[in-house]
């Protein structure tokens, strides 16, 4: 067993008994955007939050024991995404990368945008031409020191 194999069980228990990650994430106390990035085994859970999802999901005292695992982050098998909305998340930092880059620089200064100090809100929005896809980013800046 490894962390991949109760990721999939995850996702097969979520699809049998049609829950959302939504509903899930309520169960967990965190951030759909977060508890959906913990089941694709990207996060680390506390015990609490696995025995949680082990009730949830009907899992093993050992497989809530490799949520607590800390996982090899990034979840992409090819170095150019394949998958049609995230190959467009791709194609949003090759066009736009540059230009954020140019504007958190001019902004803050010489640093990053934290991945780690970060939240993520994923929302609908109402549009009579369509509906539209909302995503809020929002890491700490993290300025370069000198030494």
Request: net charge negative; proline share 4%.
């Amino acid at each position: 067993m490894n962390r991949n194999d109760v990721t999939e069980k995850i996702i097969t228990a979520k699809v049998a008994q049609g829950l959302t990650w939504d509903s899930v994430a309520k169960k967990v106390g965190q951030s759909k955007e977060w508890t959906t990035a913990l089941c694709l085994g990207q996060m680390t859970a506390t015990a609490e939050q696995a025995a949680v999802l082990g009730e949830i999901f009907g899992l093993s005292q050992d497989e809530q024991k490799w949520l607590q695992v800390v996982p090899y982050k990034g979840s992409l098998p090819t170095a150019v995404p394949t998958d049609p909305l995230i190959y467009r998340w791709y194609e949003i930092v090759n066009v736009y990368g540059s230009t954020i880059k140019e504007l958190i620089h001019e902004e803050f200064g010489d640093g990053i945008m934290s991945a780690i100090d970060f939240k993520m809100d994923i929302t609908r929005e109402a549009d009579p031409k369509g509906d539209r896809v909302n995503v809020v980013l929002s890491g700490k800046f993290l300025p370069y020191k000198t030494y």
